[in-house]
C-alpha cells in the first residue's frame, strides 16, 4: 500500500533551494519553550486518539465499517432498545466524534443494510433511525472481540493507573467553558 511520488528534480531543487535561503534568514519564534505543560498533553492526548482511532478502524474493518459508523450503531443499540427509532439530532448529540454530517453516515449505514429511516405518523417532518437485525446483530457479534481489543490497548497500566487516567481523562473532558 505504499505510493512511488516521482518529483521533477529540477523543479525541486529549485524550490527547496528558495526554501531553505528563506529558512536561513528567518529566526523561529513559534517553538515551545517547555513552559507549557498543557501543549505536550494536547499533543499526547491527540497522538493517543489517532492511535486508538486507527486500532479502532482496523478491527472494524471485518465489518466494512469504521469506528465512527460504529458509534452510530452503538448509539441505536444503547439508546433504542425497543427500536422505535432516534432523530438525526439525537444521534449527533451523542457522537464521540462531533460531526456536521450525520446524514451521510447514516445514509451509509442505511446503504449497508444496517439501519433503517421512517417517518412518525404523528409528526410527518421527522426521520427516526432504527437498526436493522443486521445491525443488531452487528453490535452483538462485535462486542466481546470488541472488550479484548479494549482490553489489549493499554495492557500497560495497572488498574490504579487506569483509574487515575480515567479521572484525569474525564477532568480534562469537563473543562469549564471558555
Known amino acids: 500500500m505504499f505510493r512511488t511520488i516521482v518529483v521533477d528534480n ?4 529549485h524550490h527547496y533551494r528558495g526554501m531553505k535561503t528563506d529558512a536561513k534568514q528567518r ?7 517547555g513552559s507549557t505543560p498543557q501543549s505536550d498533553a494536547v499533543v499526547l492526548s491527540v497522538r493517543l ?3 486508538l482511532a486507527i486500532e479502532l478502524d482496523e478491527f472494524f474493518h471485518e465489518w466494512r465499517i469504521t469506528h465512527r459508523l460504529f458509534n452510530v450503531l452503538r448509539i ?3 439508546r433504542d ?3 422505535k427509532g432516534l432523530s438525526r439530532g439525537f444521534i449527533e448529540q451523542r457522537l464521540i466524534h462531533r460531526m456536521p454530517d450525520v446524514t451521510r453516515l447514516i445514509d451509509r449505514l442505511e446503504t449497508a443494510g444496517l439501519v433503517a429511516r421512517h417517518r412518525p405518523k404523528d ?3 421527522t426521520v427516526l433511525t432504527t437498526l436493522t437485525d443486521k445491525g443488531w446483530d452487528l ?3 462485535s462486542h466481546a472481540p470488541l472488550l479484548k ?11 490504579a493507573e487506569l483509574t487515575q487516567f480515567i479521572a484525569l481523562v474525564q477532568k480534562a473532558l469537563n473543562r469549564p467553558v471558555q
Open 10 to 13: 529540477a523543479y525541486s531543487q
Open 81 to 83: 432498545p425497543e427500536r
Open 139 to 141: 453490535v452483538e457479534q
Open 49 to 51: 486518539g489517532a492511535l
Open 149 to 159: 481489543l479494549n482490553r489489549s490497548q493499554l495492557p500497560h497500566f495497572s488498574k
Open 27 to 33: 529566526r523561529q519564534t513559534a517553538l515551545d519553550d
Open 76 to 78: 441505536l443499540y444503547v
Open 123 to 125: 409528526d410527518q417532518r
